[in-house]
């Protein structure tokens, strides 16, 4: 079965994950921009997610954390909790 591991900013507005999207892609660690910007209690860990299976998320994340690249990041991303950033630290298919 597919596992991967992730980390991810929630945010409210489509702009302000745009925003964090070029300060990352910038060169700003997303760890730290999670821990400062993240509204998801993951946040505290940097955005980190854990290694979770297929399903185990919701669809639009499945989408993306089982096709995308690993190591960039992707987004935003919209969900019914708001607008995120992800990106793929690590995947076993």
């Known amino acids: 079965m597919a ?13 302000k994950c745009e925003e964090l999207k070029k300060r990352i892609e910038g060169g700003e660690d997303f760890g730290k921009v999670a821990k400062e ?3 998801c209690p993951s946040g505290r860990q940097g955005g980190d997610l854990g290694e979770f299976s297929r399903g185990e998320m919701v669809p ?8 995308a690249d690993i190591g960039k990041v992707q ?10 950033l992800l990106i793929v630290t690590d995947r076993k298919d």
């Open 60 to 67: 639009e994340f499945d989408k993306v954390v089982f096709s």
């Open 37 to 39: 910007f993240s509204k």
């Open 75 to 84: 987004g935003p991303i919209k969900t019914a909790f708001g607008y995120h």
């Open 3 to 15: 596992r991967a591991k992730a980390k991810h900013i929630l945010v409210e507005t489509e702009n």
